[in-house]
């Protein structure tokens, strides 16, 4: 019998994974929201559901990947699959996508996996309670606590290509960050190396301010470096500036000794660089 993924909330991070997958010659089901979705996803040799709207065909799996944030009432997919889900023994193996926010602020000191969690935002309380909720379904669950995801397409580049990019300067300011390859494989050396009640930090090795990040991609252009903007006189959104009440870091050590995972992009540099190589190979000559 083949393998056969079932992606709730087929996004970035799952895309990414889902493609190594189908490489290897699984079956990958990706559920998405629309039929224009749907159609995108069957291009690449993804299965589609649309869902909500279907039922979820959680028989078919083999292993589970549910990439869906949860809400303040609770995690969307349990709502309505709690039962399906926790009668599914059939599972060999199930992926949480958290998030590292569950950990809080700790002004620039580390965490690992054991650090008490402590979300000091609606969004890391909400993502405690979803983990939570998988953890009781007594399934093969492995959560992986995601950093600052960037890839290709989500970059700092265009903004600083627009002149939108700022330096905003917070003291004390660090964020861990991944590069989406590098989710893709941690998440297939867990799949290869399956440890129920797992849980794993996906970041890189330097955290670092963010306006360092935006320094470098301004330089790597050839561009001037955007000013820098203390933060109490920056405009931001209430999500943007719920990013800035977090500092840490964020240690990775249990992917490299755990799973044996060698990152492909262990900082921002390195992972820009690719970046914008591959978007100059992208351009017509």
Known sequence: MGKTLLSIGHGFSARAFGQMLIRDGWTVIGTTRTAEKAKALAKTGVEPVIWPGNDLPISRATHLLTSVAPTEDGDPVLASNAGALKAASHLEWVGYLSTTGVYGDRQGGWVDEQSELRPSTKRGKARVAAEAAWQALGLP?????????????????????AGTARRIIKDNQVFSRTHVDDI?????????????????????????????????????????VPPAIAIEDAEMTPMARSFYAESKRVRNDRIKDELGVKLLYPDYQSGLQALLELENADQPD
């Open 184 to 224: 893709a494989q941690v998440l297939a050396a867990s799949v290869a190396r399956p440890n129920p009640g797992a849980i794993y930090n996906v970041c890189d090795d330097h955290a670092a301010p963010p306006q360092d990040v935006i320094a470098y991609a301004a330089e790597l252009l050839g561009l001037p």
């Open 141 to 161: 669950l492995h959560i992986f606590r995601l950093a600052g995801i960037y890839g290709p397409g989500r970059g700092p580049f265009s903004k600083v290509r």
